[in-house]
């Protein structure tokens, strides 16, 4: 942010884009002088607040000028200009763009935008249509936002459809939300969101143990495959779970007494679906609650995914999707309502996580190879000894190298084995075709859970193909 400024002044660069944030923290940071060169500034993405239209008139003599656009539209719809800005608009439509607009029900005072145009675009990516394209009905884009347009075609931005939440009957703006919460402590951020009306994690429960549950898992000796148990309502999943050490433990023998490979690790929360609302929901509980901020909201993200989305029989569809929902939240919280050392803290601990992440899959895959194989048995046996011998080895040079002596993946890779192995494949196997899909969604978290749910209905084999061609 301090440097923008010195920058602006040493290239005497003099048009400017930013959004009201960032422009108002740029305004805070500047030397009088630093931005006398620019000539045009436009704003977008955000709504601009009276306040920084007159930080920026008054300290530097620019007139700001709003805008508004969409990725669909390559991006610009409306801006206004020197000469002709009309405050609290975001300008006319730009020459060549069509529009219309719709009555959304329970919404007074405003319509729903579509545009169409040559800058507009043919249709988003989806390999089950036809060219790869499902194309734009008419070629008209339904933006989503709630407008109203003047007798002199100026757009005033008043939501988005997306952005109301019904609450008593009522169609509430989490846009006014957010404005009222800024008026009275306009010192902090504020975000509103609709959410259901779930009564997890409002109650606190000392379980009197370090781990919610202890899960045991098992894989062959020259497979990755998991070995599965099947219950009512949750279908068949890939691991066994207790609420105490000793019994997993002693499953763990017996499964080790018949040729499995095992691993017993501790679960810090865990998720009833939202089926427990009549009982109070999930509580927060002391196996996670005094986490350090990023780490804790990743949770609560990653648990609250299995409300939303849960198939029987498909534990990693299940796990890589809740994977990919706590680092797109996680990231958007982190964003929005973190500290800067929350931030700090986070970044230096998913750093870690990511490149163990990325040794493990590279491990994964070698193994995959070895099983795979023709070889006889006592080769693979060989073979898989080099592959852990390796993986052990590139560990410890991650840890002295890169992570500074850290420590903490020391008992997992010592007991590591295929069913350690697998079970993390259940968490990560499916997590960049989930990313792939937010993306291909506009990153547009109400889109990408119905794509989701979609892909929940399909025949398993059939979600797996999607999720490798969105990838």
């Not at 931005?35 to 008054?58: D, F, H, S, W």
């Not at 329970?106 to 036809?130: A, C, H, S, W």
């Not at 148990?229 to 433990?249: I, K, L, M, N, Q």
Request: aromatic share 10%; with cysteine; glycine share 8%.
């Amino acid at each position: 942010m301090k440097e923008i400024p010195k920058l602006i002044k040493e290239t005497g660069a003099n048009v400017f884009f930013a959004t009201d944030t960032f422009a108002m923290q740029y305004a805070r940071n500047a030397k009088d002088g630093d931005l006398n060169c620019i000539e045009l500034m436009v704003c977008g993405a955000e709504r601009v607040k009276p306040e920084t239209r007159e930080i920026y008139k008054q300290r530097f003599n620019i007139e700001l000028l709003e805008g508004y656009g969409a990725t669909e539209a390559s991006p610009v719809i409306s801006v206004n200009i020197t000469g002709r800005n009309k405050h609290g608009t975001v300008g006319p439509f730009l020459p060549g763009i069509e529009w219309r607009l719709e009555h959304v029900p329970g919404i007074e005072g405003g319509q729903k935008l579509f545009v169409r145009g040559p800058n507009v675009m043919r249709g988003y990516l989806d390999p089950t249509k036809p060219f790869g394209i499902d194309l734009l009905p008419q070629g008209w884009h339904d933006t989503g936002d709630v407008v109203d347009v003047d007798q002199d075609g100026f757009i005033r931005i008043l939501g988005r459809v997306k952005r109301f939440a019904k609450v008593a009957g009522e169609m509430v703006s989490l846009n006014a939300v957010e404005a009222y919460a800024a008026n009275v402590w306009p010192e902090n951020l504020h975000a509103a969101v609709a959410l259901p009306d779930s009564r997890s994690y409002r109650r606190y429960v000392d379980l009197g143990r370090p781990s919610a549950v202890y899960n045991v898992v098992a894989a062959p000796e020259l497979s990755l495959e998991l070995k599965t148990w099947c219950f009512p309502v949750v279908g068949c999943v890939g691991y066994r779970g207790t609420f105490s050490r000793e019994p997993a433990d002693a499953m763990a023998r017996r499964l080790r007494d018949q040729g499995w490979e095992t691993s017993v690790y501790g679960v810090p929360a865990y998720s009833t679906l939202g089926r427990t609302e009549w009982l109070g929901g999930d509580p927060l509980l002391n196996t996670f609650l005094f986490w350090p901020e990023g780490e804790l909201a990743r949770l609560l993200f990653h648990e609250l995914a299995h409300h939303v989305v849960y198939v029987a029989d498909d534990t990693m569809f299940n796990e890589s999707f809740a994977v990919a929902v706590e680092r797109i939240g996680g990231r958007r919280w982190l964003a929005c309502c973190a500290s800067e050392a929350a931030r700090a803290e986070y970044a230096a601990l998913d750093a870690r996580r990511q490149q163990f992440r990325a040794l493990t899959l590279a491990t994964r895959q070698r193994l995959q190879a070895v099983y795979r194989s023709r070889a006889p048995e006592a080769d693979k046996r060989r073979a898989k000894a080099d592959v852990m011998a390796a993986f052990r080895a590139e560990h410890e040079a991650l840890k002295q190298r890169v992570w500074g002596g850290f420590a903490g993946y020391d008992a997992w890779v010592a007991s590591a084995n295929n069913a350690a192995f697998a079970v993390q494949a259940a968490y990560d196997e499916l997590v960049p075709g989930f990313e792939a899909l937010y993306e291909a969604e506009g990153r547009d978290l109400s889109r990408f859970y119905a794509a989701v749910k979609t892909l929940a209905a399909l025949p398993k084999a059939e979600r797996r193909a999607r999720l490798a061609a969105a990838n």
